[in-house]
């Protein structure tokens, strides 16, 4: 028997949320259910693991379980990047080992094909854009970043442009970057316009229940989740909820949920619009990872996302959204002195599932219990191919990605409490401050 020691808790402040086309979202489950496959996290893993399985069962119910809303929790909280490149913030050329990385590349790729055909087949209005990405830099160690990183790309054999500062104000508006390396193969998008749109296109055969958090886990000859309004027996159960899997018992102490924040302006107006000036939709990455993120969305409003936090129980804290807050504001107006006194719609806050050595977990847990966890930070692209190549291992299938996947060392196994939080939120805290400008 595995107890859930915490569940969901995402803040009401999302912008991409509120802003994204609405749904109906479906009911929670109640009473007794039987399925074969239980997907447990209706995010982009979980969402694509239970489509790809209703195609390999077309006459099997796959039971997918969601314990907030489609596109309310993390995967509705990201910046909207769907990155082809590889991304090892551990690395530091983004690069690292060059066959490692080539294997992400394909993954990437695979992803973003995937992502393509869904939306073109199924019309889903998130705002695809194939805008690439800037990474950005104005202190010397992220332009040290871009040059390494601008290394790396030729190992990797990929396209990209480094753009000089006095020439940044035509693609970004601002004056305040002193070089960009831009890549061209990034998708920038709406994340919970997508999510909402990939469930409401799942297959047929493909049920699924909103608000219906598991209390508990219990392993026998079928597998037993129960919640307060009855329970679900599976015959196999994917876990594609991230953190939220150590809080079942799976992968104790080896999963970190780090949060970050993001603020939303209004739209701008079409004299903002001409003071900012730059193309009208783009998206930043900081060469410091502790930096800012930015993106210019299709309806002309604003993001930057920056500040983090290491919440231990994986849920929203309000003291952390109200001090990330104020650091945005003056991450702002630094960038955009021309738009002063910009008021933000939205400011929310959501979390990253990492760990320490940057693996993530694919594979069997426990008898009859497999699971995709930890995306570290790309989300978009590594939650669907690994939910997709999860479905297509347990049918029977292997190629060199999944080869891949199941080769990796998985997470590390992190310090013991209170050291953990202590040590963590210290770092985070000290690698915002060392970013300096970039924050």
Known sequence: MYRNTSTPADDNGCGWFDLSPSRQPRPPHRGWSSARWVVLGAGFTGLAAARQLALHYPNDEIVLIEAQQVGFG???RNSGFAIDLPHDIGAPDYIGDLPTARMNLKL???????????????????????????????EPKGLAVLEAYRSGLDKLDQPYQMIDGKDLPEH???????????????????????????????????????????????????????????????????????????????LPGRLLPIFTYASMTRSLTEEEQARLGGK?????????????????????????????????????????????????????????????????????????????????????????????????????????????????????????????????????????????SLGVNFNLHMGQRRAGLES
């Not at 869904?118 to 800037?134: F, M, S, V």
């Not at 994340?191 to 699924?208: F, I, M, Q, R, Y």
């Not at 008021?343 to 990492?354: A, D, I, Q, R, V």
Request: charged share 20%; hydrophobic share 35%; net charge positive.
């Open 172 to 250: 970004l508006g601002t004056h305040f970057y002193r070089k960009a390396l831009f890549t061209p193969g990034t998708l920038l998008l709406q994340p919970a316009a997508l999510a909402k749109g990939l469930a409401e296109s799942l297959p047929g055969n493909v049920t699924l229940y909103e608000g219906t958090v598991i209390k508990s886990l219990e392993q026998g000859d079928r597998i037993t989740l129960r919640h307060a309004e009855g329970e679900i027996i599976a015959d196999q159960l994917l876990l594609t909820n991230n953190a939220f899997a150590s809080y079942l018992g799976f």
């Open 280 to 420: 009208s939709t783009w998206g930043i990455i900081p060469a410091d990872p502790f930096g800012s993120t930015l993106r210019r969305t299709p309806d002309q409003r604003l993001l930057i996302r920056n500040s983090f936090s290491f919440n231990a129980d994986g849920r929203a804290n309000q003291s952390y959204l109200d001090r990330a807050g104020r650091q945005h504001r003056a991450s702002f107006e630094r960038r955009f002195p021309m738009l002063p006194n910009m008021p933000f719609e939205y400011t929310w806050g959501g979390s990253m599932c990492l760990s320490r050595n940057h693996s993530s977990h694919f594979g069997t847990l426990a008898p009859k219990i497999h699971a995709a966890l930890c995306c570290n930070g790309l989300g978009i692209t590594r939650g669907t191919i690994t939910g997709t190549l999860l479905a297509n291992w347990l049918a029977g299938e292997r190629d060199e990605l999944i080869e891949f996947l199941l080769s990796s060392p998985g997470p590390n196994r992190n310090p013991p409490e209170p050291l953990l």
């Open 74 to 76: 993390a995967s509705g």
């Open 108 to 138: 990437n790729l695979r992803a973003q094909g995937i992502l393509k055909k869904l939306i073109a087949e199924h019309n889903i209005d998130c705002q695809l854009r194939p805008d690439g990405k800037y990474q950005a830099a104005v």
